[in-house]
């Protein structure tokens, strides 16, 4: 069915300059899913744009028709006033229009060179490899000075914020075709502070030599910091446009249909006594490195900048935590991870079989896994954490980042873990969905459970009543209490601290 | 908008049963409506020996990409020889020759799994060398002689009950206690995790380790209980007994609906599988086919299933 032409209702009020992309009551179904339900979107040359709104609220999917990697259903797609018909990821390349995925999309076997060759054809010939390299690390170090960044390893071998400094570079890095507008969906998630605000200082400069940006994150601060308007998306429409410069953080949130609960938070720090039993407890490596504690009904925090070992000391501590507790020498544990591509879900599977796999033992019945108890635990728990999915069978796949992870969270929560630990598990999650996720944490502490949280959001270490901030490897300083504040945290990540 | 056509969509592991029937159809018009029961026991019969060892490889198959065992044929050999050894054709002895079959099998599954962990070895290379070995140990223990099996196991090899083979059905139980034990064993469930994502299983709380050795060993045995059982149905243990199932065991595995990216399993499948390859068999010799033709015929047949029946989407 080809629908008419759709006259379009509200145009912004001002526009300033010919757009660059401008589209048109376009929507995206997926089956019965309607994912877009009529959306225009324009973006002028050299604007920065804020999307927001909740998981699931058909954010990607716009990035998606746009960069050409989904096919619209119908709307019209105009690119410099010129009709766009058949669009793909090709075609958007030629235009120089680039993109960043959330799910990075840089192949894990090949080093920078190679990766940067796949989107630049004109590299090629003898010497391409050299000269590859060197246009990634121009561009590298324009937008991350002192990156240090090795060229020649392959991108597996690096870790996650070093691959999403590469998969940004890559998307403003230009040989023979400018660049002219680059999508962003949530390039901050992974990125350490300090990357985080060298990249939003390099799209300001970037949007004033004419680059475009389209920036998708769920850090309302960084779009108001950045952008010169914002998009709020609800349920597949788009609900309002406002001028960013004019607009609160708590304007913002409104908007996005969820209030942002004032921060309850209990400080702690004067009754001691209340603690349960200590449930970790790993003596320090060597010099300047704190030994962890952690006890029944604490909700401990790792911090400090991106890749300094934190990741490495929770892993450490969960398997510690799971040999202990298979020789019935400490309680059982968890761990919520916060890749959930590639750590976290089995993608064959269904929402309740996801949910469940971590409690199929508890699940048994004169010997095998009872389908009633199974079903009966996925649905209480995917009604708790109010998981978005038309049913509890259907594959986790189709369900969005936010919702799979809240999955994941169900997983250790249903499970008899008394100790869960968090890989930064919030990452690409909307400002709803967090507060709920935080209210449980802290309900579930409160009933004894013990967490112990890595995160790379500073606001979100808030939540925790004892922190440790690592430097370079080791846990280098204790923050509790009322000590607990974004200035004083990374005060202690550079190694301001004193205490 | 479009609606998706209302079509009837057939799960890719049906597509052997199908095959398979019309090929048991063109078969028995050729050579006449008598001829078709014995046909399909034939089947049936040598059928049950394929989906014993298939459903011991797709165990492994399930387990992780990459996992293979390519030592059934010899696991197979040597068991065979094991317990004809110990049995020595006394009818009394067959009890403990069963018993060192399977412990053959299980150890040899052990010993692959072992390699594969230990020197870190592709799971390929690993269970190959072994094979080797193994085949030494068979050629020691009975040389190129043929070792005969007691009595009683020529007998349950072919015994009906009511005109009914027993074997087939001993082997049709094992396909469901195998769909019971993917689908509501904590063993099963483990094991399709860790072969859909290791990292994730593990961090899940699913002990991958243990988990693929029971795997391997699960397999091994499978495979020594074939061998146990073939050699009551062929007349006794040769060296070669196992070489049709080494891609055999694969074939019937992947046709019959498994995923070999891992982390899904289909017991039932390989039942169509296996009947597909050896109606197929029965329907080519009955036409008189040349050696050649056959395994040309062959190899286009399961080319066109594969690329006929519709796949499950890929993660």
């Known amino acids: 069915m080809s629908a008419p032409t759709v006259v379009a209702p509200t145009v912004p009020a001002l526009e300033p300059s010919p757009a660059f992309l ?27 744009v804020g999307l927001v709104g909740h998981n699931g609220a058909g954010k990607s999917t716009l990035m998606n028709v746009l960069a050409g990697t989904v096919q619209r259903s119908s709307g019209t797609f105009n690119l410099e006033a010129v009709d766009v018909t058949a669009w793909s990821p090709d075609r958007a390349q030629d235009y120089g229009l680039r993109c960043v995925f959330q799910e990075l999309s840089l192949c894990a076997n090949l080093d920078l060179a190679e990766n940067t060759r796949i989107i630049h054809r004109p590299l090629r010939g003898p010497g391409w490899r050299k000269r590859a390299g060197a246009v990634i690390l121009q561009t590298l170090d324009e937008i991350f000075p002192n990156h240090g960044v090795p060229v020649g390893v392959r991108v597996g071998d690096l870790p996650i914020g070093v691959r999403q400094m590469v998969e940004i570079a890559r998307a403003f890095s230009v040989t023979d075709t400018s660049v002219r507008c680059v999508i962003l969906d949530e390039p901050t998630s992974a990125l350490g502070h300090e990357a985080a605000e060298q990249l939003l200082a390099y799209i300001r400069s970037a949007a004033e030599r004419g680059i475009a940006c389209i920036l998708i994150t769920h850090r309302l601060d960084e779009i108001l910091a950045v952008c010169d308007r914002v998009v709020v998306m609800v349920d597949g429409q788009i609900v309002a446009e406002r001028d960013a410069k004019r607009l609160s953080r708590a304007a913002l949130v409104a908007l996005m249909g969820s209030i942002e609960a004032p921060r309850e938070r209990t400080i702690r720090e004067d009754e001691p006594a209340s603690r349960g039993p200590l449930v970790v407890d790993s003596p320090g490596r060597g010099a300047g490195d704190l030994s962890i504690e ?50 976290g879900v089995f993608a064959l599977w269904s929402v309740a079989d996801n949910l469940t796999i971590r409690s199929v033992k508890a699940l048994r019945r004169r010997g095998l896994i009872s389908s009633k108890a199974e079903r009966r635990l996925a649905q209480a728990w995917s009604d708790r954490l109010n998981v978005k999915t038309p049913s509890i069978d259907t594959p986790i796949l189709s369900l969005s980042g936010g919702n799979q992870q809240k999955v994941l969270f169900a997983r250790a929560l249903a499970s008899d873990a008394k100790v869960i630990f968090l890989d930064d598990p919030m990452r690409g999650v909307d400002v709803g969905t967090k507060q709920e996720v935080y209210q449980l944490i802290r309900s579930e502490a409160a009933k004894g459970r013990c967490f112990v949280w890595y995160t790379t959001e500073l606001e979100e270490l808030t939540n925790c009543e004892r922190l440790y901030v690592f430097r370079e490897g080791r846990a280098a300083v204790q923050l509790m209490g009322r000590q607990i504040e974004p200035s004083r945290i990374l005060e202690s990540s550079f190694g301001g601290g004193s205490d | ?17 199908i095959v398979a029937l019309a090929m048991w159809i063109a078969t028995t018009v050729y050579s006449g409506l008598g001829s078709a029961g014995s046909t399909l026991s034939a089947a049936l019969a040598f059928g049950a020996f394929s989906v014993t060892v298939g459903t011991g490889q797709m165990l492994v198959i ?237 190899g286009v047949l399961i080319i066109l299933i594969v690329a006929i029946a519709p796949r499950a989407r890929g993660s």
């Open chain 2, 62 to 298: 399930a387990s992780g990409p990459g996992n293979i065992d390519l030592s059934v044929p010899s696991v197979m050999a040597l068991a065979a020889y094991v317990s004809m050894t110990i049995m020595h054709e006394s009818n009394s002895m067959t009890a403990p020759g069963l018993l060192a079959a399977l412990a053959v099998g299980a150890v040899a599954g052990a010993l692959n799994f072992l390699a594969i962990t230990a020197l870190r070895l592709p799971p390929i290379i690993a269970t190959l060398a072994w094979s080797f070995v193994f085949q030494s140990f068979t050629f020691n223990f009975g040389g190129e002689a043929t070792l005969k099996p007691p009595e009683i196991l020529s007998w349950f090899a072919v015994w009906r009950v009511g005109g009914v083979q027993a074997m087939p059905v001993a082997v049709m139980i094992l396909t469901l206690v195998m769909m019971i034990v993917l689908r509501r064993s904590v063993f099963g469930r483990q094991l399709l995790a860790a072969g859909q994502s290791e990292r994730a299983a593990d961090l899940a709380g699913v002990e991958v380790g243990r988990v693929r050795l029971t795997a391997y060993m699960l397999c091994g045995t499978a495979a020594a209980l074939t061998g146990f059982l073939l050699s009551g149905f062929t007349g006794g243990a040769a060296l070669n007994m196992g070489d049709t199932y080494l891609m055999e065991s694969i074939a019937v595995v992947v046709l019959g609906g498994t995923s070999v990216a891992g982390g899904q399993a289909n017991p039932l499948g390989i039942w169509g599988a296996a009947l597909f390859f050896n109606l197929m068999a029965t329907m080519l010799n009955t036409f008189h086919f040349e050696a050649g033709v056959r395994f040309l015929l062959t």
């Open chain 1, 294 to 343: 952690a006890a029944l009904g604490e909700i401990i925090g790792f911090a400090g900048l991106e890749g300094h070992g934190q990741r490495e000391r929770l892993r450490a501590l969960y398997s510690t935590g799971r040999k202990r507790s298979a020789h019935g020498l400490a309680p059982p544990v968890a761990y919520v991870a916060g890749d959930r591509g590639s750590e």
């Open chain 1, 22 to 48: 401008d589209v048109r009551d376009v929507h995206k179904n997926y089956g019965a899913v309607h994912a877009l339900r009529g959306v225009n979107f324009r973006i002028g040359p050299g604007e920065v």
């Open chain 2, 1 to 17: 908008m479009s609606l998706a056509h209302p079509r009837v969509v057939i799960a890719p592991w049906t597509y052997g049963f």
